[in-house]
């Protein structure tokens, strides 16, 4: 099997490269916070000193961090070391402009690079159960994907380098909807009485039920904000997205009222708080 790298261990990257190693991969890591890298170790993983030795070893480095120019550092620091034909795999979420940046970068170094970022959040993750939108040559993608297979329930190429961005911002338009729905439904039931665990239930067994209000229904139950998907995470991409609805001429209505109301949480000092924690918004109101 190919030396794999990851860089970026946080609640997606650091389960995602866990899968890896349960696969059978030679894995080497690295993360800017050191410690998150000692549950791999305990479970096979190499630590890389620095990023360069990480791109020297590696065939095929995943990076999973934050935004567009978190991602650019990375991705043009390990190039300048990397061996001809190694394949870098992003899995975050960044502007699709950066994504063919980045592409036509490596391709003229004799490097390749996919945009894959993924959805099903940390618990996806955890349980290997990611869906993954590639973008990028054919080949290249088919390679990544075969190597992803441990934490991926679907992944499939979308077209050419920087779609696969564009089809996660499609998909975050989706969430938001599905998030907002989920927060306004409770909160309107609770504000009259009703109780809201009969409605989670009932209400998500029926037509208004999603993977939202299943799944992040149950924090808004329990008050559970621990991400999950933090607030800072979805504005950075509900960001990208507004950005991208401009530059081919379509409102997003939606999508700006959702950021527009997770921005209040965020200037509460709670932008660490995972999404649903919107709900507690609507109490307010």
């Known amino acids: 099997m190919a030396k ?10 650091g389960p995602m490269a866990g899968h890896l190693l349960k696969g059978g991969h030679d894995v080497m890591v690295w993360n800017r916070t050191a410690s998150k890298a000692d549950p791999l170790v305990e479970q096979g993983a190499t630590v ?17 961090v934050g935004r ?33 940046t980045l592409y036509a970068e490596l391709k003229a170094k004799g490097l390749a690079f996919v945009d894959a970022p993924v959805t099903g959040g940390s618990m996806g993750a955890k349980n290997g159960t990611l869906t993954i939108f590639c973008g990028g040559d054919h080949d290249d993608v088919t390679h990544a994907m075969n190597i992803m297979l441990p934490y991926t329930k679907r992944a499939e190429r979308v077209g050419d380098a ?9 998909n975050q338009i989706a969430v938001g909807g599905a998030l907002i729905g989920l927060c306004e439904s409770i909160a309107f039931a609770t504000k009259a009485g009703l109780d809201i665990n009969q409605a989670h239930s009932m209400i998500g067994g029926g037509a208004g039920g999603s ?12 008050r559970d904000w621990t991400p999950g998907f933090s607030v800072k995470n979805q504005r950075k991409d509900f960001g990208y997205c ?7 001429d379509i409102d997003i209505p939606m999508t700006e009222l959702v950021n527009a109301l997770l921005k209040r949480l965020q200037e509460q000092g709670r932008e660490e708080d ?10 307010e109101s």
């Open 4 to 13: 794999v790298g990851f860089v970026g261990l946080g609640v997606m990257g």
């Open 48 to 64: 890389a000193s620095d990023l360069g030795q990480l791109a020297e070893q590696c065939e095929v480095i995943f990076t999973c």
């Open 68 to 100: 567009s120019e978190d991602v650019a550092e990375v991705v043009r620091e390990m190039a300048a070391t990397a061996k001809p034909r190694t394949l870098f795999v992003d899995h975050s979420t960044i502007e699709p402009s950066m994504a063919k």
């Open 162 to 170: 920087g779609q696969g961005q564009v089809m996660k911002l499609a």
């Open 211 to 222: 993977w939202a209000f299943e799944n992040y229904g149950r924090m808004v139950l329990n």
């Open 242 to 248: 507004e950005a991208a609805a401009n530059e081919i």
């Open 274 to 283: 995972t999404t649903a924690a919107l709900y507690e918004v609507y109490l």
